[in-house]
């Protein structure tokens, strides 16, 4: 009548313990395919080539802030079977913000003003959002897309903020060594 003991059973909590996910800041965001399958492209000589499926994510991404008129998305990349990206809530962060520009059409439902979003919603709807357009794709409603949760450092000042932008746009040139990377290259 307890929980599962097993390893792949246990969850350590990956939240900060106490720190409020709607406030006003900058979030590095790691979401991963079930079983971390390879579904979203293909990496050739450093570069991203999206697949279908990876085109379908890596538009949702763009368009959360339609959904939610309190996000920016910052810089992202969709990889073979993960997603980087820095999501912004609340308006500014630092003086060198300069959020990613995001522009989608088709009659997307906004939320009323001045509702603030958590990160926890935001990234939940990019997961519903996009898995929802990979399984119409592929015709296998409800199939899992991604693994359940998310990995979400806050970041804390200019200088995080460049430095994870930084690693997000050279991740398709390391990914022979990346370890998300299931064919990688141990140097």
């Known amino acids: ?7 792949p059973c246990r969850r350590s909590p990956l939240r900060l313990r106490g720190f409020d996910y ?12 079930q079983s971390r399958e390879t579904r979203f492209g ?3 000589d450093g570069v991203m080539r999206l697949s279908t499926e990876g085109k379908i994510v ?10 939610y008129p309190d996000v920016q998305m910052d ?30 059409g088709g009659g997307l439902t906004v939320e009323p003003a001045g509702r603030h979003h958590s990160l926890s919603e935001i990234v939940r709807g990019s997961k519903t959002f996009s898995a929802r357009g990979v399984n119409n794709l592929r015709g296998t409603p409800g199939a899992p897309v991604w ?14 903020l460049d430095r994870v932008r930084r690693y997000i746009e050279a991740i398709p040139i390391r990914w022979a060594a990346d370890e998300e990377n299931p064919k990688r290259i141990v140097p």
Request: net charge negative; glycine share 14%; proline share 8%.
């Open 58 to 67: 890596g538009g949702t991404w763009l368009c959360l802030p339609d959904h």
């Open 75 to 104: 810089v992202f990349v969709v990889m073979p079977n993960h997603v980087h990206g820095i999501v912004i809530l609340g308006g500014h962060v630092g003086a060198g913000l300069k959020p990613a520009p995001t522009s989608c």
């Open 1 to 7: 009548m307890g929980m599962c003991a097993c390893q």
């Open 147 to 160: 693994q359940r949760g998310f990995y979400e450092p806050v970041l804390r000042d200019d200088a995080d």
């Open 42 to 44: 293909v990496v050739v």
């Open 22 to 33: 709607s406030q006003p800041g900058a979030y590095f965001v790691t979401v991963r395919t």
